[in-house]
């Protein structure tokens, strides 16, 4: 190539990680390190940016946003601040829970990742997840997903269901969005 020569340039396509239209919805996201930036702009959106209020400042968004963030050290946390505003700002609507594995462990003794973290609050999740408007929102490390069947398996098998197959249906309905590697 050449000074001046033209680049195309082409990023991840489709509209795999798109918040649904709905502002009744209830949205959870998981991330792990980089996986935090989506997001950050999907909160961003929610709870700060013009582009998500009304004319008279309101904010278009009227669900729950419930992250989950995982790292391996506290100092790893970001837009802790940002998530603090959230939450006093929006009590009603913002929630937030960090798994910092390297620090932290559950009552069993076990690292503290993000299904770890989740499954403290299976059972609200689980319910949340029946809500036809709920949506997940997964992106960083691929081991999440594998964290998910772990901590969702069993009361899927005790509602007579099989969390994969659950998985995919949300999937099929466009409310499960996953972005890992």
């Known amino acids: 190539m050449s000074v001046g020569d033209d680049v195309l340039i082409t990023g991840p396509t489709g509209a795999e990680m798109l918040l649904p239209e709905d502002p009744e919805a209830n949205i959870i996201m998981l991330a792990t390190g980089t996986g ?3 997001m950050r702009s999907y909160c961003r959106l929610l709870f700060n940016d013009k582009a998500g209020a009304n004319a008279d400042g309101t904010r278009k968004f009227k669900g729950l946003a419930w992250l989950f963030m995982g790292v391996p050290y506290s100092k790893s946390l970001l837009y802790d601040d940002e998530h603090q505003e959230y939450k006093a700002k929006y009590p009603d609507q913002w929630r937030y829970d960090y798994a910092v594995s390297r620090e932290d462990k559950n009552e069993a003794g076990q690292k503290m990742y993000i299904q770890t973290k989740m499954a403290e609050f299976r059972d609200e999740l689980w319910e949340l997840m029946q809500k036809p408007n ?3 929102y997964m992106c960083g490390l691929k081991g999440m997903e594998s964290g998910m069947e772990e901590c969702f398996s069993p009361i899927a098998e ?18 499960y969005h996953v972005e890992v590697y």
């Open 36 to 38: 935090i930036a989506p």
């Open 134 to 136: 709920t949506h997940i």
């Open 158 to 175: 005790k509602n007579g269901l099989v969390w994969k197959e659950f998985a995919k249906s949300m999937k099929k309905a466009d409310r």
